[in-house]
């Protein structure tokens, strides 16, 4: 029987209580390794002296009703203009939108650029950058004008099929373990209360006899007993383990 890691998480909730709190929560990006990380991309996605502030975290509601987030970061640019940086829940950085206005507000679905404007009341008037829960699209218009998304060119397809993230933008993650094979997301058989789960996720670590994987749909981490991983998963820990 073929689930998703979600209903493994409910599944390890109630069975043994060792899912880490974390796994239910908002996996926001922190600042400064968003930083960090568009220094190393460099080109276009990292200007200098740009001024990057947390913005907002959008919950959307996914095909199977599960709760999803974008992560939005703003950039400013000293020249003007803003970068309006966005992430997905696992928390991958997807990419960003370069816009003249600065992101002020949101709604679902939306965030709200401030025009400079105001309506006779004194009220700020505000253009519309969508992203919808399918995800950031590949072109928008801000007051007219085309503002295209510019991607991470880190992440790439995976050949074979396998997890993409919504607004089809797939990611690969491709780092090495200790034995210098590249982790990657696969397909692992969790037994639990007599019944054999599969789900899609990557290897995070292993401590303490319990292996952390997280899902390659929302992100979610779940905390494994070692015990309830089928022999091909627990020979594959110990292969990408040991040096």
């Known amino acids: 029987m073929r689930k998703l890691l979600t209903t493994l998480i409910c599944t390890t909730i109630a069975a043994t209580g060792m ?24 080109g276009e996605h990292y200007v200098e002296r740009m001024k990057i502030r947390d ?5 959307y509601e996914m095909p199977d009703g599960e709760d999803g987030y974008w992560h939005v970061l703003s950039g400013q ?20 939108y370069k816009v003249d206005f600065e992101p002020e507000e949101y709604e679902e679905g939306k965030i709200m650029l401030n025009s400079g404007d105001a309506d006779e009341d004194g009220n700020a008037y505000y253009f519309d950058l969508p992203i919808p829960s399918k ?21 790439e397809k995976k050949e074979g099929g396998g997890p993409a993230l919504a607004g089809g933008i797939p990611a690969v993650p ?9 982790i990657d997301y696969r397909d692992w058989t969790i037994n639990m209360g007599g019944k054999a789960v599969t789900v899609n996720a990557i290897f995070v670590k292993v401590e303490r006899g319990k292996v952390t994987i997280k899902n390659a749909k929302n992100g979610r981490e779940a905390e494994i007993p070692g015990s309830a991983l089928s022999d091909e998963d627990k020979e594959y820990v110990r292969r990408i383990t040991t040096k």
């Open 19 to 42: 899912l880490s709190a974390q796994a239910a929560k908002k996996n926001d990006p922190d600042k400064k390794e968003v930083e960090k990380l568009l220094k190393e991309i460099g």
């Open 55 to 59: 913005f907002c975290s959008m919950r």
């Open 77 to 96: 640019l000293k020249e003007g203009g803003y970068h309006v940086i966005i992430y997905n829940n696992v928390p991958e950085y997807l990419g960003f």
């Open 135 to 155: 995800g950031p699209a590949q072109t928008v218009r801000i007051d007219g004008v085309p503002s295209k998304f510019v991607k991470n060119p880190r992440l």
């Open 174 to 182: 491709k780092e090495k373990s200790a034995s210098g094979e590249v």
